[in-house]
């Protein structure tokens, strides 16, 4: 696969499965799109019975509490993203169409493997595009408390380094550092599953969080050790499944990134609000496409390319 070639699906893939958070079933279907129609959501089975298209992008966004939101309640939204996003940015893939029937992405094992096994039953094609990337060209960075996140000027690639440090010591504090390809991303991020305490489940239930939870697509969390019977997959698989949230995060800047990230202790607010400071100041950044030639792309040019002027009013 060509890497300065856009990219997208050989064939459609189904997925179905239930939402981690609201506990019903959905099903999912990844279209191959055309170049330059990047990644969107087509969602069915709304009681109005009308669709609705949603560009998956950082401007979209419209929730971020233990999950990340695209679009809205009223009109249309789809919440728990980010594991999908982070399947199609770790493997490279550009243009996809995903028609999803409910209001919440299936959370499957709980990881980003099953999406990545599906698309790599399918196989990736080109479209015989250029790709295009976005440079971070000036460092920025936001902060919470001792939490923070940044983004920073690289020579080349896009490298993650993410931290975690919990006061529970069966997570304790970790660190994972890479750079991102899909040969790495298939071997040390896809198969990290996402995690919770038991101590604060009867708290989500009451909050309408997490009735779709259990030892098969979450790791339990207990004051002494992991709950689930088979124990974890990589010694260091929580922080793992951060970088994997990262990445599909930071995958809603619309296209890919080169450039170095940074976070402690972050989560999806701040991989996401990274995105908004850098977006902030057309300064910041360029718009470079392959092999290497930069292209200058106004904001307006930029917007109009991801379709963001026809979504954002609807948010």
Same mark, same amino acid.
């Given at each position: ?26 099903? +999912? /279907? %990844? ?8 990644? &969107?959501? %087509?969602? #069915? ?7 609705? %298209? ?9 929730? /971020?509490?233990?999950? #990340?939101? +695209?679009?809205?309640?009223?009109? =249309? &939204?789809?919440? /728990? +993203? ?7 940015? @770790?493997?490279?893939? $550009?243009?996809? %169409? ?21 698309? $790599?039953?399918? =196989?990736?094609?080109?479209? =015989? ?15 919470? =408390?001792? &939490? ?9 690639? *896009?490298?993650? $380094?993410?931290?975690? $440090? ?28 996402? *995690? ?13 969080? &997490? ?6 697509? /979450?790791?339990?969390?207990?004051? #002494? ?12 698989? *929580?922080?793992?499944?951060? *970088? ?22 972050? @989560?999806?607010?701040?991989?996401? @609000? ?12 360029? +718009?470079?496409?392959?092999?290497? #030639? ?18 954002? @009013?609807?948010?």
């Amino acid at each position: 696969m060509r890497t300065n070639q856009q990219t997208t699906l050989k064939a459609p893939a189904t997925l179905s499965g239930i939402g981690v958070h609201s506990g019903n079933p959905v099903e +999912i /279907t %990844l279209h191959p799109a055309p170049a330059n129609h990047g990644i &969107a959501f %087509l969602r #069915t089975g709304m009681s109005t019975g009308n669709d609705r %298209l949603i560009k998956a992008h950082h401007a979209c966004v419209s929730a /971020t509490e233990l999950c #990340t939101v +695209i679009g809205d309640v009223e009109s =249309g &939204a789809v919440a /728990t +993203i980010e594991h999908l996003m982070s399947a199609l940015y @770790g493997l490279g893939i $550009d243009n996809v %169409l995903v028609e999803i029937d409910g209001p919440e992405m299936p959370i499957l094992d709980g990881s980003a493997l099953p999406y990545v096994q599906a698309i $790599d039953a399918v =196989g990736i094609a080109n479209c =015989g595009a250029a790709r295009r990337w976005i440079k971070v060209l000036r460092s920025v960075r936001i902060e919470v =408390g001792r &939490a923070f996140a940044e983004l920073r000027p690289i020579d080349r690639g *896009f490298r993650l $380094d993410v931290e975690i $440090d919990f006061e529970n010591p069966v997570i304790g504090r970790s660190r994972k550092a890479m750079d991102l390809t899909p040969a790495a991303y298939r071997r040390e991020i896809a198969g990290a599953r996402t *995690f919770g305490m038991m101590r604060d489940v009867e708290r989500y239930w009451k909050a309408g969080f &997490a009735l779709g939870a259990s030892l098969e697509n /979450t790791v339990a969390v207990g004051e #002494t050790a992991v709950v689930n019977p088979e124990g974890l997959r990589y010694a260091d698989e *929580f922080v793992r499944h951060k *970088f994997l949230d990262a990445v599909g995060d930071l995958a809603l800047a619309g296209l890919p990134l080169q450039g170095g990230y940074r976070s402690y202790c972050g @989560g999806h607010r701040m991989n996401v @609000g990274v995105l908004t400071a850098l977006f902030s100041d057309r300064a910041n950044y360029a +718009i470079v496409e392959a092999p290497g #030639t930069r292209r200058e792309t106004s904001l307006t040019e930029f917007g109009a390319s991801l379709g963001i002027a026809a979504f954002v @009013g609807d948010l």
